[in-house]
């Protein structure tokens, strides 16, 4: 009895660290997206990760909001999911420039 009860606790305390929560039947919190990654053949397991910071790995932002690998970029810190040289998609900082028109004096 005593070990069926180490057993249940031992369980209750690991998915109680789990700071991630299934997406499958639930919605993910702001700032956070729902990945549904491939374990094993034909299976899937959605889970809710943070939106995508400066240089972290990204996806395009999709209808669906179901994403393979990785989340889009956290839009409101300016950030957007570019190609960069390795041909991989990142979150980059995209700064807007705000040129005063040039007058030509004569």
């Given amino acids: 009895m005593k070990f069926a009860v180490c057993i249940a606790f031992s369980l209750l305390v690991c998915v109680a660290a789990q700071s991630e929560t299934t997406c499958g039947n639930q919605e993910c919190r702001p700032n956070s997206c729902c990945i549904k990654r491939k374990v094993g053949p034909g299976n899937s397991y959605p889970r809710c990760h943070p939106l995508g910071k400066q240089d972290n790995p990204c996806e395009e932002p999709n209808a669906e909001n ?35 028109p040039t007058t030509q004096s004569e």
């Fill in 66 to 100: 179901l994403y393979e690998q990785h989340c889009p970029c956290e839009t409101e810190t300016g950030l957007s999911c570019v190609k960069v040289e390795d041909e991989q998609l990142r979150c980059k900082l995209i700064e807007t420039t705000t040129e005063e």
